[in-house]
């Protein structure tokens, strides 16, 4: 079993978070994720009803720690096209997330295409930056679990030249060899660094609410994925993601608002006055 199967089983309604799975002093916004979907798919399926991912909404109202989490699931519907469920995750009497989730049949959703966003092109893995051998990787321990390969055309932040375009793009997947499907995605989704880094900004962009849609179920192989911004204002950005498998297909996509400490924004020449440019 892997890692990642390990850290989301759930026993009698608990689960064990590990240091593992950390960034900095916190574990990773996806892994919970993740976590509080499999309560959903479980409890929906010993209803019988569906279990395939579609969409979900997580609101994080604390950080999550390394030890045993609560996890209160509560059966919305069930219904003969789709199924929703909510998780509440508690940590010490502390509720850290609030978690919707929407199941239907992802087999009959997934088809036809009448239109789908193409993948970037990317260098071959071996060719991207290894994201374990950036110096920001230093306190995420979850770097040791998986493997991202950063396209180097959007990697300058890593070596102090951020290009402030607001993009990321970058090959993952499991380091142990697990192939990636319905329940890894969600952690993926929230998997890379945050684009703000392409702004020069290198510490941690808590989560504050995510959404994210399932479309496909994914093939094994290597994941594509782009992630971009087009807001930063004051201490707040979004940051918008989407992964393809190794088919080409679009398999999940999200939204999240996020926080961010910037650094100053580059110096740029005054602007001469009226009088001065006579």
Request: charged share 20%.
């Amino acid at each position: 079993m892997s890692e990642f199967d390990d850290i989301v089983r759930i026993t009698h309604g608990q689960a064990e978070l590990t240091d593992g799975w950390v960034i900095g002093e916190a574990v990773n916004g996806g892994i919970v994720m993740s976590l509080v979907t499999q309560a959903a798919t479980e409890a929906l399926a010993a209803a019988g009803s569906h279990t395939d991912l579609v969409a979900f909404s997580t609101t994080f109202l604390a950080t999550s720690q390394p030890g045993t989490v609560d996890l209160e699931t509560t059966i919305l519907r069930t219904g003969r096209s789709f199924s929703t469920a909510e998780v509440t995750m508690s940590q010490a009497g502390k509720v850290c997330v609030r978690h919707t989730a929407t199941f239907a049949d992802l087999d009959a959703n997934s088809a036809p295409i009448h239109r789908e966003e193409v993948p970037p092109a990317l260098p071959d893995p071996d060719q991207c930056a290894p994201a374990l051998r950036m110096g920001f990787a230093e306190k995420i321990a979850i770097l040791d679990r998986v493997d991202i390969r950063i396209d180097p055309a959007t990697a300058g932040w890593a070596i102090g030249q951020p290009a402030r375009d607001g993009e990321m793009r970058a090959w993952i997947r499991f380091k142990d060899g697990r192939e990636p499907d319905v329940a890894s995605l969600p952690f993926f989704l929230d998997a890379l660094p945050p684009v703000t880094m392409t702004f020069g900004a290198m510490g941690w962009a808590p989560t504050i609410a995510f959404s994210g849609h399932i479309r496909s179920r994914p093939v094994p192989g290597w994941l594509r994925m782009r992630i971009t911004t087009n807001n930063v204002i004051g201490g707040l950005f979004e940051e918008d993601a989407i992964i393809w498998d190794s088919r080409g297909r679009v398999v999940a996509q999200s939204r999240q608002l996020a926080g961010v400490r910037m650094p100053p924004a580059p110096h740029s020449a005054p602007v001469p006055s009226a009088s001065e440019t006579v």
